[in-house]
């Protein structure tokens, strides 16, 4: 057991900070020594608070480390099920969370409250268990009434109708489509759906998003490498996380700038 966890503690310093492991296949008694450790990093914390969210015993014992990140506790407020939700209450109460966290805590509790699209709901049933239980005529109406958070959840629908009609929200805004036009989360059909309004490519931001997206169908990708500027054409050539087609086409416009640039 002892070489078990001191064999994942490696492999968790070992690993970049942009990649995550899959802690789900890890046993119980490992989990335990590894959040109950109060050297053990924020950024590991929330990994395994994501992986095993639904999790009791293993989130009774993650929300006793002092590390545990607030956005950590906002997340499992939103996803986890009933449960959990009553269980992060609870240790709250006891005095027991992150004193780091506990105002933060109480402004999610008021914050879940004043944003619920359902005021008939249970009062622990938060919007993702909700919109789970919901039709698809449901849901492509939540996606044109409900609030961000809602929209947050949708847009990932497997359902194409529901995650496009996110899009034709009234209350969508731009800072809301640069951060869909950067996820990986997404289906190409959101992503080309974005790329095909013109208003929104007015915004430089939502294009960059889009190019430097590796699901971006790069028929896309391509037609909007000249409007990005030289610093951003430079990093993209650089960027090994989307397809070398592009990365080449970048490179050989950066190239052609600069010969330009000389000639003059």
Do not use: C
């Not at 008694?29 to 994501?50: H, N, Q, Y």
């Not at 889009?210 to 971006?216: D, E, G």
């Amino acid at each position: 057991m002892l070489d078990s966890i001191l064999l994942w503690k490696n492999v968790i310093r070992k690993t970049p900070p942009l990649l995550s492991l899959d802690y789900s296949s890890v046993s119980f008694e490992v989990i335990r020594m590894i959040v109950e450790d109060k050297s053990t990093a924020p950024m590991v914390l929330d990994g395994i608070a994501k992986a095993y969210y639904n999790s009791s015993k293993v989130i009774e014992v993650i929300l006793r480390n002092s590390n545990l990140p607030p956005q950590t506790i906002k997340f499992l407020l939103a996803n986890s099920n009933k449960e959990i939700h009553q269980l992060v209450i609870s240790i709250k109460e006891k005095g027991l969370t992150p004193y780091s966290a506990q105002k933060e805590l109480a402004a999610l509790e008021t914050e879940a409250e004043t944003e619920s699209f359902d005021e008939t709901s249970a009062k622990y049933l938060n919007i993702f268990q909700q919109i789970q239980r919901m039709s698809v005529s449901e849901k492509v109406q939540l996606a044109l009434k409900g609030n961000k958070e809602a929209r947050n959840i949708l847009i990932k629908d497997a359902n194409k109708k529901v995650a496009l009609t996110v899009l034709e929200s009234p209350k969508m805004t731009e800072q809301e489509i640069e951060m869909i036009a950067q996820s990986k989360n997404v289906s190409e059909d959101v992503l080309r759906e974005i790329a095909s309004k013109k208003d929104w490519l007015k915004n430089y931001s939502i294009v960059k998003s889009l190019v430097n997206n590796s699901k971006t169908p790069v028929g896309i990708s391509l037609s909007h490498l000249n409007h990005l500027k030289e610093k951003d054409l430079n990093d993209l050539a650089k960027n090994k996380n989307i397809p070398e087609t592009i990365r080449t086409a970048a490179n050989r416009l950066v190239v052609l700038r600069k010969r330009s640039a000389n000639s003059k």
